[in-house]
């Protein structure tokens, strides 16, 4: 069966970074479009990033410029790189995957992780 499992969670100083990994099994990676949700205490969930099967990348608003994503398909793995981290990117991130491009759009993605939880101290 299709697996996502995130990880490179953690607590982390204002103004530091981290680099999150999701390893993919059970689906073909290569065709799948990749994205990144993160959900606040007490919030709905959002869109951070997605990442098309050719490279084309996309970001929500509040992390342009600061969150980087990538994809290794020789690793099934996609990876989310936060740098210039704010106390309010506190959230569990999951992962996510889908046959077709579906950028921010989480009904388009069929697979979701359990996600990892980072939180960013001030």
């Known amino acids: 069966q299709v697996q996502l499992v995130e990880s490179g969670g953690g607590l982390v100083q204002a103004g530091g970074s981290l680099r999150l990994s999701c390893a993919a099994s059970g689906l073909p990676f290569s065709t799948y479009s990749m994205g990144w949700f993160r959900q606040p205490p007490g919030k709905e969930r959002e869109f951070v990033a997605a990442v098309g099967r050719i490279g084309t990348t996309s970001y929500g608003d509040s992390v342009k410029g600061r969150f980087a994503i990538s994809r290794d398909n020789a690793k099934s793995t996609v990876y989310l790189r936060m740098n210039s981290l704010k106390p309010e990117d506190t959230a569990l991130y999951y992962c996510?995957?889908?046959?077709?491009?579906?950028?921010?759009?989480?009904?388009?993605?069929?697979?979701w992780g359990q996600g990892t939880q980072v939180t960013v101290s001030s």
């Open positions: 996510a995957a889908a046959p077709r491009w579906s950028g921010a759009t989480s009904p388009g993605y069929d697979y």
